[in-house]
């Protein structure tokens, strides 16, 4: 079941102990929220500097280990019905929710520290290419997830 | 419409011209045909025991005598017995099938023209094709015998 960001929101209000829904970051392709778990993968969200679009990333392997050094290996996806930043990809996939699409690409994703939330600094890349795009995230405890929530319900389509 | 080795027996019987399937090949995988074309791919196929093994490679179809680089993927069928490992992401193959059972594969032509002779490298689900497998010309293949069989050895990626 997808945890909303409202859990999120919910788990601040009643400031409950550091979870996975209270995770952002300030990264350089803007903010970063902690989504859901989908199986064993961390789901992380933000919006595409140049189309806006949705871009959801899966990193197999980080449930429950997001607060732990380490290097996972995982993959972005657009939605194929949104306006995507990126050239649609030859071949689809299928995302670990079930969702078909031709906008991804290849992630490799460092968790540089302990503890929660930690900093991380990604390589991203397109379709199979070799993730070669630097993306790293940083600890931001100002986030706000209202304005984000927003964005997201406006986000195009 | 899928042209299947029944068509390829028939074009043989008539004595008709190079056509789909009429190239197969004798690898470390075993026999190899070019079975089909969907788009722009064509697909080879072989079989890992009772298992299909395809082969999608971009830009080859129709190319009979332009031949040279090219990239794609392999796909065996989901919950198929697949003795390759099970992807953190499935992929959808050019006839919309759906499998955790991949990989990616680039490929060179030793010749520009039909038939041709190649070396191609292949890996598994993301990582960088790495693996050998070459196809070599066999005048004597034997259509009759080619189809799903018995495993022989262990699966070696």
Known sequence: MRVKICTA?????????????????TSNLG?????????????????????GAV??????????????????????VEGDDTVSSTPA???????????????????????????????????????????????????????????????RNGSPK | MRNTLCLTAALLALGAAPALADEAWVTDLGPVIYEDEIGEYAIFLHYDGAVAHRTYLRGLAGNFDNRGHFTG?????????????????????????????????????????FPGEWNARIGNCFEA????????LDDSFD???FGPHEPATPKGH
């Open chain 1, 55 to 76: 871009r959801r990333t899966f990193l197999p392997g980080l449930a429950g280990n997001l607060g732990h050094r380490g290097t996972y290996s995982g993959y972005w």
């Open chain 2, 73 to 113: 993927y392999w796909t065996e069928q989901e919950n198929a017995g697949s003795r390759t490992p099970v992807c953190d992401v499935a992929i959808a193959d050019e006839n919309g099938n759906i499998t955790h059972h991949w990989g990616r594969v680039e490929i060179d032509f030793l010749q520009p023209g």
């Open chain 1, 89 to 151: 990809c030859d071949v689809s996939i299928i995302d670990a929710e079930g969702n078909v699409t031709a906008h991804w690409g290849r992630v490799e994703f460092v968790v540089v520290n302990d503890g929660l939330p930690s900093a991380w600094d990604a390589q991203i890349g397109n379709c199979f290419e070799t993730p070669a795009t630097s993306w790293s995230g940083r600890d931001n405890g100002d986030f706000d997830y209202e304005a984000f929530e927003r964005r």
């Open chain 1, 9 to 25: 929101l919910a788990a601040l209000a009643m400031t409950a102990a550091p979870a996975f829904g209270d995770a952002a970051w």
């Open chain 2, 129 to 136: 094709p790495a693996r050998i497998w070459n196809g070599r």
């Open chain 2, 143 to 145: 259509y009759s015998g």
């Open chain 1, 31 to 51: 903010p970063v929220v902690y989504d859901v778990d989908a199986g064993n993968a961390v789901v992380l969200m933000h919006f595409t500097p140049g189309s």
